[in-house]
């Protein structure tokens, strides 16, 4: 089947995708794969691989599905483990909170929301966004009761400061999975850096939203006094014995991204000899965030923690081992649309879809993130879609490649409601209802996509 009518099927089939997944509760897995496999015969891919009088190969259903999932794996695979190992770690040691300890001396208390949201932002980078909330929720807490700020507020600008970075920034799963997906997993500082600049604008938004909010939504805690002792800052420190040092609780990031600067920087200015040599091989990224593991590793025997290693690194596999099931299942999807003719059709018809442009792949990850809740699997599965069409999209430079991320993230965080496990962290944490999580955490991701979204179609003006 080619033309417009296999392009229905393959709405049809997105939409059957989402159905699946949302009303269904079908694993994301199993969905992708099965509707790859039907996709996929549909689409006139055979069902075995043969060879042309010729010599060239036609590769079979099997054959295309299993080189989407294998070479989603060797691309990625590594990089997500390193990277979510290294959150775990921070998290655990305590490392997590030192760093939000710096941001509020950096910000200063005068500014509490300002000062929750950039705490949440910095955390999240290594921290997924879930984790980092039951973690900062307490010096959230802590500091409503001692500012005597909106509960609402707080809770608002520590759940969009936490979500920008989950979306923009490696070494989190999502953004590094579409990057390999749409082929700049080598350019990751390229993708940290716009990844900072189109979270910017969302943080933005989201502050003056919770501001205003905070002014008409009022949280239980506010509402009743029930004589709960918050627990302190301090308290919170003593649990977790001492806090690591500023340098330590850094380095796990900080080293990886100085490797790959240098890397980049040896490549432009055309080093040679061992430094270039070294540079290359310890700014992959790969080898880059195995040096952050190493540091994270020295930091957990600093705090006397070094026996949990075995355990942590067994609960970060259980955590990543889904995320990496499902990007594989979003490099099939890829693959098996890259092998029909729909790429050869859009081709052909591709002056519609470049009116839309960057707006293309937005659009794209915020229906399947409202229809399905979890933002990493409308990442995934919307860099698998993108990746075939970016050549006929125009977008397939590598700053633009990146632009195309970044707008996959803002999608993806558009918007966090029912169906979505951290808008009940957030309500739950923040002590709202259902309704109020509606007029808050619903409302800001909305804000906080649209307001990104309208800074990444910017910088496309300008970088392409």
Known sequence: ?????????????????????????????????????????????????????????????????????????????????????????????????????????????????????????????????????????????????????????????????????????????????????LGVGEHILLVMGLGTLASIPGLIGAYFYA?????????????????????????????????????????????????????????????????????????????????????????????NKGSQLYDITNETLKTVGPILFVTAAGGVLGKVIASTSLVAFITENAATLESIGIFFPFLLAAILKSAQGSSTVAITTTAGIMAPLMGVLGMDSVVMSVLCVMAIGAGSMTVSHANDSYFWVVTNFGEMTPEQGYKTQTAVTLVEGICSMIGIFILSLFLH
């Open 1 to 181: 089947m080619t033309g417009i009518p296999f392009l229905i099927v393959f709405i049809v089939a997105i939409i059957l995708m989402i159905v699946m997944i949302s009303k269904f509760k079908i694993h994301p897995f199993l969905s992708i794969m099965s509707i790859s496999l039907v996709l996929g015969l549909i689409g006139g891919i055979p069902f075995a691989s043969y060879t042309n009088a010729d010599g060239s190969t036609v590769s079979g259903i099997a054959t295309v599905i299993g080189n989407g999932f294998s070479s989603t794996f060797t691309s990625i695979g590594i990089v997500i483990i390193f990277g979510a190992l290294i959150g775990t770690i921070l998290e655990v040691t305590g490392g997590a909170l030192k760093l939000a300890d710096m941001v509020v001396k950096l910000v200063g208390e005068k500014h509490p929301e300002l000062a929750i949201e950039i705490m949440g932002w910095v955390v999240s980078i290594p921290v997924f966004c879930d984790s980092g909330f039951v973690i900062l929720n307490p010096i959230r807490k802590a500091l409503v009761k001692r500012t005597r700020t909106s509960s609402v507020a707080m809770t608002v600008c520590l759940s969009a400061g936490l979500y920008a970075s989950h979306v923009f920034i490696p070494p989190t799963p999502g953004p590094i999975a579409a990057a390999n997906t």
């Open 211 to 303: 501001k205003w909010v905070g002014k008409r939504v009022k949280a239980k805690d506010e509402q009743e006094n029930q004589g709960e002792v918050v627990q302190s800052y301090e308290e919170l420190v003593a649990s977790y014995g001492k806090l690591p040092g500023g340098f330590m609780s850094l380095a796990p990031i900080i080293v990886p991204i100085f490797l790959m600067a240098m890397s980049n920087v040896s490549s432009i200015l055309g080093w040679s000899g061992a430094v270039s040599t070294a540079f290359t091989f310890l700014g992959t990224p790969i080898i880059a965030l195995a040096v952050g593991v190493i540091f994270g590793i020295i930091l957990m025997l600093q705090v």
